[in-house]
């Protein structure tokens, strides 16, 4: 079945540190990718996404790249701020599964000034 | 505009007892999930609706969990003789339609069983 593994948290780095939060799949066929972001006391929002491979997805100067040979989907930051502390879910999705996602276990991100 | 919502955003119950969970997804939206997040298996697909029809029920734990959606709109989630373990936050997401991909998330509703 389809199924996504994230590195495991907590991880702590110090503001402007570079972050890779790494993301791999196992699906059959080409799902969509995603990264969704969750603020303390707030919603889940989409961060990213990627459809096909080799697609990068970037916003707010996060990005992943959809790497089929590897079937990863890493998220990558080159300078981290306090205001990037959350908990990040690496998911994917299945058109012809409805589009349900399908998440890691997400991995909690602590910035410290 | 306005986004997902639900309610209500805290509920207590006692073991044993029913409770409803209702989702009104973004106007025009004729995708709805929802999904549980919990401590011990992070987050779960439950149903999805495609206008009125559920043609994905495979997330739902057990016969105790039912849901429908009424008019393409609200949905509302019901758990029956609820459990300790049901204890969890219950996600409703919306998307114009499957094909967009892009899921929109309500706040979600925050369940403790007693």
């Known amino acids: 079945g389809n199924s996504v593994t994230q590195m495991e948290g907590p991880v702590t780095l110090s503001e402007e540190a570079f972050l890779t939060i790494n993301c791999t799949y196992t699906a059959t066929g080409y799902p969509s990718l995603f990264w969704y972001v969750q603020y303390p006391g707030e919603g889940l929002q989409l961060l990213l996404k990627a459809t096909k491979a080799d697609d990068k997805g970037s916003n707010k100067g996060f990005e992943a790249t959809y790497r089929k040979e590897t079937t990863s989907f890493h998220l990558e930051k080159g300078s981290v701020q306090v205001s990037d502390s959350a908990v990040y879910f690496c998911?994917?999705?299945?058109?012809?599964?409805?589009?349900?996602?399908?998440f890691g276990q997400g991995t909690e991100l602590s910035v410290k000034p | 505009g306005a986004g997902v919502s639900q309610s209500p955003s805290n509920k207590v119950t006692e073991k044993g007892k029913d409770v409803e969970l209702r989702c009104d997804p973004i106007s025009g939206h004729t995708a709805l999930y929802w999904y549980r997040q919990s401590l011990g298996q992070g987050l779960e697909f439950l149903i999805y609706f495609q206008g009125n029809s559920a043609p994905d029920k495979s997330g739902l734990p057990s016969d105790r969990f039912s849901a429908e959606r009424t008019g393409g709109s609200v949905s509302t989630l019901t758990i029956q003789r609820t459990q300790q373990e049901d204890s969890a936050v219950y996600l409703c997401?919306?998307?114009?339609?499957?094909?967009?991909?892009?899921?929109?998330f309500g706040p979600g509703t925050r369940l403790l069983v007693l």
């Open positions: 998911a994917l999705s299945r058109y012809n599964q409805g589009g349900k996602l399908i």
């Open positions: 997401a919306s998307n114009p339609d499957r094909s967009k991909e892009t899921q929109y």
